[in-house]
């Protein structure tokens, strides 16, 4: 897609007679934002799957359509269809199109060994939980600084605050344990990141971001999925008129 989404919304042969954007027009444009920002970040060398990449931006703009949440462009991916050998999280900067950080993050020891394959929002599960979650405050605990999530799927994460589901380091997260014993360390239930990073990407996605936790899991379902209103979101954003159908 070559044309940017304000080519699309300058032309008025695009928009119907009422002044008001059509639904294809929006929905053209909001594609080729989503392809430009995958192109500008860089994120065709990571092979990041261009649909857990939609599915993520999709939600993030229906989180932003949410009543009274205000949260920052900022978007962490985690995909757990991977296997845990190889890098699986992306932080990305909407606003600027830049990817911040790739690289490990953990799952649940009752999710699976090299791949994470059973999920669960039940306490004591020892499993990962996937879906919508928006981040909160931070605050020092056994592994140091930690990340607590609010879990925003109902029957899916909800139970993350409760259960502990935080972000956090662990030493297990780490190029020289794959070495050693051929995948990464597990987790609780958390997903946990390199020590050497978490600092970093902490600071970065703390205090209402979007976190898109991805799993091969036939069963999730979340209505932060739905396309229509997410459309309409990034429509109002980007558009200078009243963006309505």
């Known amino acids: 897609m070559a044309t940017s989404y304000a080519a699309v919304s300058s032309g008025n042969k695009l928009k119907s ?15 080729t934002h989503l392809w430009q920002v995958y192109q500008k970040a860089g994120l065709a060398k990571t092979s990041l799957n261009l649909a857990v990449y939609r599915k993520a931006l999709v939600g993030y703009y229906n989180l932003r359509a949410k009543a009274g949440t205000a949260i920052k462009p900022i978007v962490t991916i985690v995909d757990f269809s991977r296997s845990s050998r190889q890098k699986r999280l992306w932080v990305l900067d909407l606003k600027n199109q830049k990817l911040l950080y790739y690289t490990y993050v953990a799952h649940g020891k009752g999710t699976g060994d090299e791949y994470a394959r059973f999920f669960s929002n039940k306490p004591n599960s020892f499993k990962s939980s996937l879906g919508f979650y928006l981040t909160a405050q931070t605050y020092q605990g056994k592994h140091g600084l930690s990340l607590k999530l609010n879990g925003l799927d109902k029957n899916f994460n909800t139970n993350a605050l409760s259960r502990a589901v935080v972000i956090h380091g662990a030493d297990y997260v780490s190029e020289r344990f794959i070495k050693q014993y051929g995948r990464l360390g597990r987790s609780l239930g958390c997903p946990a990141l390199p020590v050497k990073e978490t600092q970093a990407i902490i600071g970065a996605i703390k205090n209402n971001s979007c976190l898109y936790i991805y799993g091969a899991d036939k069963n999730y379902a979340s209505p932060y999925l739905t396309e229509a209103l997410a459309i309409d979101t990034f429509a109002a954003q980007f558009f200078p008129m009243k963006a309505t159908s």
């Open 17 to 31: 007679g009422s002044g008001a954007i059509s639904t294809a027009v929006k929905t053209q444009a909001f594609e």
